[in-house]
């Protein structure tokens, strides 16, 4: 209590413009108390013929003649002798970071709150005026800010109380009338109002897609998992078939372990891939979400308003979204049920049973996008550049290969190329050297008049007219023209499509599922055809370049995490 009453007593016999004890106190005609050198530097710096109370605002004219009040000035002295503090607490005062009070002369208090109307900072004392005379009631006070002069227009000197829409900017009255007639404009309180709205909605929506997120998350996670013990029981269930084959089967073992280790790294690095993709996504819309938090708080208008121009929200979903509902996933239990079933076949069939099986272990599901639209979603079954390749032992001797065998080119010439039983003979053709199952995309960049871009089983006749792509059951194939149309054909069947003159196409196969989709990639993706049947067998990439000049290039395509 006796603190409490120094306190209060050091409050009365202070001086509200240095903040400190009076010294050689000084009375006003308003009744206020100053010291003496504080109120004449204070009336000094104001204009000559009005001066003013700085607590009441009280104008004096002429301006008083002051003099020492000497009953006052014995109270003080009095007080200094009983213990009393010649200054408040050090936490009263300014410091690094803080807002000072710009009232304050000598050392500075910390300013409680900022008049928008004044562009000044007051500490408590210096604010009491806001609060006690009519006219500074109507005065707009927010928390303390050290951005005040950026709500002074920098070419007339005046708030800046007006946002004009036109330009997006904060204005003054005189702006308006000036540079910025004419123009869309409103109050910048009504224009806040109207954002801070707008801001809300944001905010619902990034939390939104923020819980969206953090499930699929977990579901991810779920998925990982998953994948993990569906590969560590097929590796096991594998392990006790084998162990009951012949020697030659040890071999066969050994490579499908190898083959279910290689295809879980895959595809648990995809899962892993898009989870932590997703976690980095929930980050920044975490730190987004902060970053709106802050700003609906922001009770200067004319800093809300700056910081919202400039404010620029993420739209669309940043990373393609998995569809974990589209169908029962399936991992690799398969792989045992087709071990199983060639353990009784395998004599002079083993090469046959090995394909069937490997199809098996590359067949996985993974919570990725099954019916891709975007190149986004696609790329992210894109195959790498090292993964498909161009067979030469396929290649037609008027066909040279190029870019680390991915590129095609017509020829006059006819190559001397060592004879072997895969080549195509009368077709200026080529295979893929890998074979192609499970899901996976590719992209074809071509030139010239013409080129084919197709998919075919590796027994496809290599002469006669059953070897041309699209002329028999064992091929499917796009003829791009270069007047902008394609055809597809499949069995000899063919089927005309408008497109626009684009010189690159896009092909995904899903082995399992029976789809096999192309598109024209432009600065759109355009599905070209899409065919839904049933693969027999593993299918291989090819390109049909059948025109002297022509160009086909199987190119790289980025993982693009953006859609």
Excluded at 363 to 391: F, G, H, I, M
Aim: charged residues 25%; hydrophobic residues 30%; neutral net charge.
């Amino acid at each position: 209590m006796a603190q409490q009453e120094d306190h209060l007593d050091w409050e009365k016999f202070s001086c509200l413009i240095c903040l400190d004890l009076l010294k050689d106190p000084v009375s006003i005609p308003c009744g206020h108390s100053y010291c003496m050198n504080c109120i004449e530097s204070h009336w000094d710096e104001e204009d000559q013929r009005v001066h003013s109370c700085p607590q009441c605002r009280q104008m004096f004219s002429p301006r008083p003649v002051l003099v020492k009040n000497t009953t006052l000035a014995d109270l003080v002295e009095e007080l200094k002798k009983t213990g009393l503090q010649a200054a408040p607490a050090d936490h009263c005062y300014a410091g690094p970071g803080d807002v000072a009070c710009d009232f304050c002369t000598g050392r500075k208090r910390k300013a409680l709150k900022s008049c928008l109307e004044c562009v000044v900072s007051y500490c408590e004392q210096h604010l009491q005026p806001h609060y006690e005379v009519v006219q500074f009631k109507k005065h707009k006070l927010i928390e303390a800010s050290a951005n005040l002069q950026e709500n002074v227009c920098s070419n007339h000197n005046e708030v800046m109380k007006i946002f004009c829409r036109t330009d997006q900017q904060c204005i003054c009255y005189l702006c308006s009338m000036d540079e910025h007639k004419g123009h869309n404009t409103v109050s910048a309180a009504a224009e806040m109002t109207k954002r801070k709205k707008k801001l809300g909605l944001n905010r619902q929506e990034i939390q939104q897609r923020i819980q969206t997120r953090e499930n699929h998350v977990k579901m991810l996670q779920q998925e990982v998992e998953a994948i993990n013990r569906s590969a560590d029981e097929a590796e096991s269930n594998t392990e006790k078939l084998f162990t009951e084959l012949v020697n030659l089967i040890r071999k066969v073992s050994s490579a499908v372990k190898r083959k279910i280790r290689s295809q879980q790294e895959i595809e648990v690095s995809r899962a892993k891939k898009l989870k932590e993709t997703l976690e980095q996504e929930l980050i920044e819309l975490r730190k987004e979400h902060t970053e709106l938090e802050k700003l609906s708080h922001t009770q200067d208008q004319i800093q809300f308003l700056h910081n919202y121009v400039s404010f620029s929200l993420s739209k669309g979903t940043a990373c393609p979204l998995p569809n974990f509902n589209t169908h029962p996933l399936s991992y690799f239990e398969n792989v045992s049920k087709a071990v199983s079933e060639a353990r009784g076949k395998l004599t002079g069939t083993s090469t046959e049973e090995w394909n069937k099986i490997s199809m098996t272990v590359t067949e996985v599901d993974v919570l990725l996008p099954q019916d891709p639209k975007t190149r986004a979603e696609l790329s992210q079954y894109a195959v790498q550049r090292n993964q498909l390749t161009l067979n030469p032992n396929t290649a037609n001797t008027r066909l040279v290969l190029s870019e680390e065998n991915r590129k095609a080119t017509s020829v006059k010439d006819t190559q001397s190329y060592i004879g072997h039983p895969e080549r195509f003979m009368y077709n200026a053709q080529v295979l893929s050297r890998q074979q192609l199952t499970g899901r996976c995309y590719w992209e074809v960049q071509w030139s010239g008049l013409g080129v084919s871009v197709a998919v075919a089983y590796k027994d496809i006749a290599r002469t006669g007219d059953e070897s041309v792509f699209g002329d028999n059951e064992k091929s499917w194939v796009l003829e791009c023209c270069s007047n902008g149309n394609y055809n597809f054909k499949h069995k000899g069947n063919k089927k005309t499509i408008r497109g626009r003159q684009s010189f690159r196409v896009g092909v995904f196969l899903d082995h399992r599922a029976g789809i096999l989709s192309f598109y024209e990639i432009s600065e759109t993706v355009t599905v070209l055809h899409r065919v839904q049947t049933t693969f027999t067998q593993p299918l291989y990439a090819g390109l049909g370049v059948y025109y002297f000049g022509s160009t086909a290039e199987l190119c790289e395509v980025q993982k693009d995490n953006k859609s």
